[in-house]
């Protein structure tokens, strides 16, 4: 198993920039992809972005060119540059294993003032 926790959540002023970290701990060895998924009010779950192993990266349209992800090992993070309100939401830390099991963080709160 895999335990993914984030970190770097909080309040920022539209157009500003935040920086989520996640660190998975456990069978690392097994992990395949990494990733962020947000979910906004009365939302679903919604992917945000995802990187393989060996650095394929896939973002939802809503965030290219603004978004960044980035992985070191069991680490990944997700550079948020001119936020929007819209990208208020709780962000989760998503991991898939070569097993196809998938495991997510606890979530971090992103808020976006106007």
């Known amino acids: 198993q895999v335990q993914p926790v984030e970190s770097g959540g909080g309040l920022v002023q539209a157009g500003g920039s935040l920086k989520l970290s996640c660190a998975a701990s456990?069978?690392?060895?097994?992990?395949?992809?990494m990733g962020w998924y947000r979910q906004a009010p009365g939302k679903q779950r919604e992917l945000v972005a995802t990187?393989?192993?060996?650095?394929n990266t896939v973002y939802v349209d809503s965030v290219k060119g603004r978004f960044t992800i980035s992985r070191n090992n069991a680490m990944v993070y997700l550079q948020m540059n001119s936020l929007k309100p819209e990208d208020t939401a709780v962000y989760y830390c998503?991991?898939?294993?070569?097993?196809?099991?998938?495991?997510w963080g606890q979530g971090t709160q992103v808020t976006v003032s106007s």
């Open positions: 998503y991991v898939r294993l070569i097993t196809g099991i998938n495991s």
């Open positions: 990187i393989t192993s060996s650095g």
């Open positions: 456990g069978n690392i060895f097994s992990i395949s992809v």
